[in-house]
Structures are given as structure tokens and as C-alpha cells.
């Protein structure tokens, strides 16, 4: 006897493989077979059969056979309303280079380099200042980092004295 499936994998299986239990696997068609016996199976069945009938309704509503022929008539008639080039243009590299060199003149012209000068000594001002508000470390005013690369006999490891 085969376990019956949980109302969470019935649901699961039914999204994965469709409402029609013959085209689930053979395992799991056992399984669901035996979960629709239960009573929680019954329930959920009812459920389900009550949605797919509302939703059948709806779309049964809907739209008239007519309305949807006029409709997909409208759909395929917008490509001759709105005509569009089916390739796509083949840029050749001489048209990316005259990208590049119209990026360059704009980059490289008085205003550009005058733009990019002012905007390095701002950067190089806000180092300086930013610099100059912070305290001497002992540990900087104590070792002399030119003795110890320029010796010839460098310690990596210095014991403590």
C-alpha cells in the first residue's frame, strides 16, 4: 500500500504536471489516487472544482467569438500601422572611432581640461587638509622606515628588548 500524497505535494504536482492525472508519472499517479480518496483529498478536489468552473464561467463571459476575431484582427494589422526596419543597422568600427573622437574633443577642449584641472586640485587641496588634522602616532615618530630597507642586515621579526 502506497502512502497518499500531502495536500501541499498534490498542489505541487497538479502546478508541475497539469490537472489530468494520467499525464503525472506512475508513482505519483498512485499516490494522488489515493490522496483524492481521503477526506481531505475529497475536500481539496471540491475546491478545485469549484475555481475551474468559476474560471471557466469568466472566460466563457468574457470575450465573444466575434469580439476576439476583431481583436487578433487589430493585433495583426499593427505592423502595417507602424512599419519598422526588420535588420538592425551595421555600425562599422569607423563609426565607433567617430564616437570615440567626439568624446575626445569634448574631453580635451579648453573647457574640458580646465574642468578636469580644477577638478584634480580640489582632490589634491581635500588630501592635504585631511592630512594635516591628523596627530603624529608615536609608533611613526619612534622608527625610521629608511634604516631598516636600506640596511643589510634587515630583522623582520625584532624581539622585544
Keep these: 500500500m502506497t502512502t497518499p500524497m500531502t495536500q501541499e505535494e498534490f498542489a505541487h504536482k497538479r502546478v508541475s504536471f497539469g490537472?489530468?492525472?494520467a499525464a503525472w508519472?506512475?508513482?505519483d499517479q498512485t499516490r494522488a489516487k489515493a490522496f483524492l480518496e481521503t477526506p481531505?483529498?475529497?475536500g481539496f478536489q471540491d475546491q478545485e472544482n469549484q475555481l475551474d468552473a468559476l474560471m471557466q464561467h469568466a472566460v466563457s463571459q468574457?470575450?465573444?467569438a466575434h469580439d476576439a476575431d476583431a481583436f487578433l484582427d487589430g493585433l495583426l494589422d499593427i505592423p502595417a500601422d507602424y512599419v519598422q526596419?526588420?535588420?538592425?543597422?551595421n555600425k562599422s568600427i569607423l563609426d565607433f572611432l567617430r564616437g570615440i573622437g567626439g568624446w575626445a574633443r569634448a574631453a580635451f577642449s579648453p573647457v574640458g581640461l580646465v574642468s578636469q584641472g580644477v577638478g584634480y586640485a580640489l582632490v589634491l587641496v581635500a588630501g592635504v587638509v585631511v592630512g594635516l588634522q591628523q596627530q603624529p602616532s608615536s609608533l611613526a615618530e619612534t622608527v625610521d622606515l629608511s634604516t631598516s630597507l636600506f640596511s643589510s642586515d634587515i630583522t623582520l621579526y625584532p624581539e622585544d628588548q
Design 40 to 42: 481531505e483529498g475529497v
Design 85 to 89: 526596419s526588420s535588420a538592425p543597422e
Design 62 to 64: 468574457s470575450v465573444p
Design 19 to 21: 490537472g489530468d492525472l
Design 25 to 27: 508519472p506512475d508513482m
